[in-house]
């Protein structure tokens, strides 16, 4: 029996939400795009629901016919790359309404993009975690250790990704290996500021921008997905909590690890902030003539911070730097033509609470509740922040009368 067009078509709308969602895409974002997309196509009634491992839909086609699928995804990641691709063939498709042999080639092309170069990997990582080392209060030396220790990062990822994809137990291993070369290193005198050296690494591995989408999910009302956007946060900050605290207590050390640690330079902060997110950039797939104004939006959004909690507290100094964060990436997303994603993600990383998520987690670990009780609040206020401030944004421009 031959498929019918209608089905699938529609089995291709809901193959674009699954490659959305594993290029990075947030919940709310996919189900915009997959009601556009089933719209245009004029389906009747459509009924959509995204969760970062599931995607469910049931329409009715145009002849009365209700069609109901549903799609597991597996290996999410962020490409954004592949993702601007993805976001342009649903706005093409939205005018061309092509048909289903057609938009599934696109769709084939759009995940096409090639092999990553291994050289931009270990650039990425080297840049990100020697930029917010130098963030956060390293050392030329400590920097250096940063970058040594990026470079085992990267390789024990590509390695351990072939066989394992649990956050909790691939994170352990790499973080245990990681404040073991660490320790080492500072121990041989090459670093001096183990602490500083694990918290700038770090941001390699934490998923704090999983915790801040898992609470805009939240605030969408979409709560199972908000919670598994977080779980997952949290079991990734577990196993780097669990395997940054093996060595600590085999050797018997002591990290001292300040819970909040700035460059008490910022001139320094905002060169770390820039050099750090130009690495995010290339990390996650960028593309090229974005970077410059991901990484420039890094320092714009850290010196709004600086300047509104010299009056403000906590919360309001995140919700408008984030504001202010937020409709930089809206200017160029509209400029460039591209999902303001891209620049939002990036720009935001000095405000991105994964500090706070690896020190809660820390502090449970080693039976210090006060540590995990002060920085899970903070996290939760960084957050709301973060996600409120993206919000008023987009809600002012969905009003604007100059919006097509």
């Not at 001096?192 to 605030?219: C, E, F, K, Q, W």
């Not at 009302?221 to 669990?242: E, F, M, P, R």
């Not at 809660?360 to 409120?388: E, H, K, N, P």
Request: contains cysteine.
């Amino acid at each position: 029996m031959v498929q019918r067009e209608t089905e699938k078509l529609f089995g291709v709308i809901l193959d674009i939400g699954v490659a959305m969602i594993q290029s990075g895409a947030d919940t709310h974002s996919v189900e915009v795009s997959l009601y556009c997309l089933c719209r245009s196509y004029g389906f009747i009634r459509n009924d959509i629901w995204v969760v970062p491992s599931n995607i469910q839909g049931t329409v009715t086609a145009p002849d009365g016919a209700v069609i109901t699928q549903i799609r597991h995804v597996r290996d999410a990641g962020i490409d954004f790359y592949k993702l601007e691709r993805l976001n342009a063939l649903s706005r093409r498709a939205c005018v061309e309404l092509p048909d289903s042999v057609t938009l599934h080639s696109a769709l084939t092309e759009a995940n096409s993009v090639g092999e990553e170069h291994s050289a931009r990997r270990f650039l990425a990582a080297a840049l990100a975690a020697a930029g917010f080392g130098v963030f956060f209060h390293c050392n030329p030396a400590d920097a250096l250790v940063a970058v040594l220790v990026s470079a085992v990062i990267v390789l024990m990822s590509e390695r351990l990704r072939q066989r394992e994809n649990n956050p909790l137990i691939l994170n352990f291993l790499i973080s245990a290996a990681a404040e073991a070369i660490i320790l080492l290193c500072t121990k041989l005198g090459i670093g001096h500021h183990s602490d500083y050296i694990t918290v700038g690494v770090i941001m390699l591995l934490i998923s704090a921008l999983g915790t801040t989408n898992g609470v805009r999910d939240l605030v969408h009302l979409d709560t199972l997905s908000g919670l598994v956007n977080i779980s997952s946060s949290l079991t990734g900050a577990i196993g780097i909590a669990l395997g940054t605290a093996l060595p600590l207590l085999l050797t018997q050390v002591n990290s001292g690890i300040d819970p909040s640690p700035l460059n008490p330079s910022l001139v320094l902060q905002l060169i770390g902030c820039t050099v750090g997110c130009t690495g995010f950039a290339l990390w996650l797939h960028v593309r090229r003539e974005y970077i410059l104004f991901c990484a420039l939006g890094a320092p714009l959004t850290w010196i709004s911070y600086i300047l509104l909690s010299d009056h403000l507290g906590l919360f309001p100094s995140v919700l408008l730097s984030a504001a202010v964060c937020g409709l930089y990436a809206q200017i160029l997303a509209r400029i460039h033509n591209c999902p303001a994603t891209v620049f939002q993600t990036i720009s935001v990383f000095p405000l991105i609470p994964g500090s706070a998520l690896y020190y809660m987690m820390y502090g449970a670990v080693i039976g210090d509740m006060s540590l995990a009780i002060d920085r899970g609040l903070t996290l939760l206020l960084i957050c709301f922040g973060i996600v409120l401030g993206f919000m008023v944004v987009e809600a002012c421009i969905s009003f604007s009368p100059t919006r097509k």
